[in-house]
Structures are given as C-alpha cells and as structure tokens.
C-alpha cells in the first residue's frame, strides 16, 4: 500500500522569506504523479505543482519549486518569495501512473499548516 | 476558466436521514472522484468513476454510499442514512485524461446531528 507522510504539522515564516515542506512517500510502483495542493482557510483545494515520477527535473511555477529525489522517495515544496496569500494548509499526494487499471486515486498526507506573518 | 461546482456549500441533516450532494464536473472531463475530508484531519479517497461505473471505492465507501451520474452534467454522492461520523467536508474532483491533474470544487460541508 502507498502512503504519503508529512512530518511537519505546522510552520511559519516571515513574508518575503523562502520556506521548504517537507514529504516522503512509499510505494514499490516505478511510475506515479506527485502533487502539491493548497488549501486555505475557503477550504478549497487548489493545485499548487504536478511532477511526474519519470522526469528527472524538478516541477517549477513561479514561485512554488520541488525538490523531487526518487530514490529517497522524497517530494518537498520549496516557497520563494513567501506572500501573505500563502498562509494556507498544504497536502502533498501521490497517484499511481502504471499504464493500466488507474483509477487516478490520490493519497494525501496530513497536511502542513503553513502561516506566513507580515 | 472552468470550474467544478457543488451544491449544496453546508448541509445539515438528522442521522439516518438520506442526503445527496451534488457536482457539476467540468464539462470534458471523463473522470470523477468524490474524497472526504473529516475537520482537521487529511483528505481521504472515496470513490472513482469513470464510464458510468465505480472505478475503485476505498474502505470507507461501504454500502450506505452510492454514486450516480443521472445525466451528462452532474455526478451525485448519495450517503443513504447518515451517522454523526459521516460529518465532514466532501470535495468532488474530475480530470481528463486520467493522470492528468484533478480539479476540485468548493467542497459541500456535511453536519450530521
């Protein structure tokens, strides 16, 4: 079974600062799709970046970066340039991409509640 | 930009009273996921569907949850009787091509009491 671990329940940092969460995952699948998503206190969940386990570069938007270390089953969210809008709870998950029978489930971790202060 | 919508954003019920919650998956999109999410707690898989059948359903999924896509535009969860457990945020999500990335909607918030 696939799980998906964030070991960091809460962080902070000041506006303008750069912040790294954390999350390591298991599975013995060779072939999956990580992903960041932000939910802020709406509660909706927005996509935050998408990296493809086959693609050896790191996923980039804007200000979000991963640092995607296959073989250490490592997936965290680097944050640049850290903004007020931020502040928000980040989930991590993981979905099995093997080519057949995908049903395209994702597996959260638990969360960071990340709070940036001005 | 397109949007999944759920209705309703807060629903109350009785327990073992009926409830569906209901979304409007964006309009070419194939593939459609209800996932719950329990106050404080992390987002957990319900259900997956895709050419009007259940893909794969999770533990949690057991009899008294159904879904249903009773036309070409909503998909609807139905949790037949209610228990104070079944409190939480619901979120349906929908992609296409499957692999690709899920969209979510606003989540409706289910109070049990």
């Known amino acids: 079974a696939q799980t998906v671990t964030q070991s960091q329940p809460e962080m902070s940092v000041q506006e303008a600062e750069t912040v790294t969460l954390s999350c390591t995952y298991d599975t013995s699948e060779s072939n999956y799709y990580l992903f960041w998503y932000k939910q802020p206190p709406s509660r909706q969940m927005i996509l935050v970046i998408r990296q493809e386990a086959y693609k050896q570069q790191n996923a980039t938007e804007n200000r979000f970066s991963v640092n995607f270390q296959k073989a250490a089953k490592s997936f965290s969210l680097k944050i640049s340039d850290s903004q007020l809008g931020d502040t928000a709870m980040y989930f991590c998950a993981f979905m099995i991409w093997d080519g057949s029978g995908n049903t395209g489930k994702l597996i959260f971790g638990q969360g960071t509640t990340l709070q940036v202060k001005p | 930009e397109p949007e999944v919508t759920q209705t309703p954003s807060h629903q109350v019920t009785q327990m073992g009273q009926e409830v569906i919650l209901r979304c409007v998956p964006i309009s070419n999109h194939l593939y459609f996921y209800w996932y719950r999410q329990i106050l404080g707690q992390k987002v957990e898989f319900l259900v997956s569907f895709y050419n009007n059948e259940i893909s794969e359903k999770s533990e949690i999924f057991d009899d008294q949850f159904s879904v249903e896509r009773p036309d070409g535009s909503n998909f609807t969860l139905k949790i037949r009787s209610t228990k104070l457990e079944d409190s939480a945020m619901y979120f349906c999500?929908?992609?296409?091509?499957?692999?690709?990335?899920?969209?979510f909607g606003a989540g409706t918030r289910l109070s049990v009491l």
């Open positions: 999500a929908s992609s296409n091509p499957i692999g690709a990335i899920q969209y």
